[in-house]
């Protein structure tokens, strides 16, 4: 099964996501399909916090992908943001 899901990356005590397409079966940092955004939750000053491709996410998950619930809750914003702008 495809999931949407995040992979670690960032420094020690200073996290940084990746929002991936992957095989579940893969590691959670390993190999993936496409990587459709990024999440920062240390995000300070002027730096972005979320930045997810809605379209892309929604493609996705039009072919039968499933979204893991933190992504879930970051797509609902981003989405939220899309409108609004």
Known sequence: ???IRLSRGGAKKRPFYHIIVADQRDARDGRNIERVGFYNPVATGKEVPLQLDTERV???LDKGAQLT???RA???IASKQAQAA
């Open 74 to 76: 970051l797509y609902k």
């Open 69 to 71: 619930d933190k992504v």
């Open 58 to 60: 929604k493609h996705w």
């Open 1 to 3: 099964m495809v999931k």
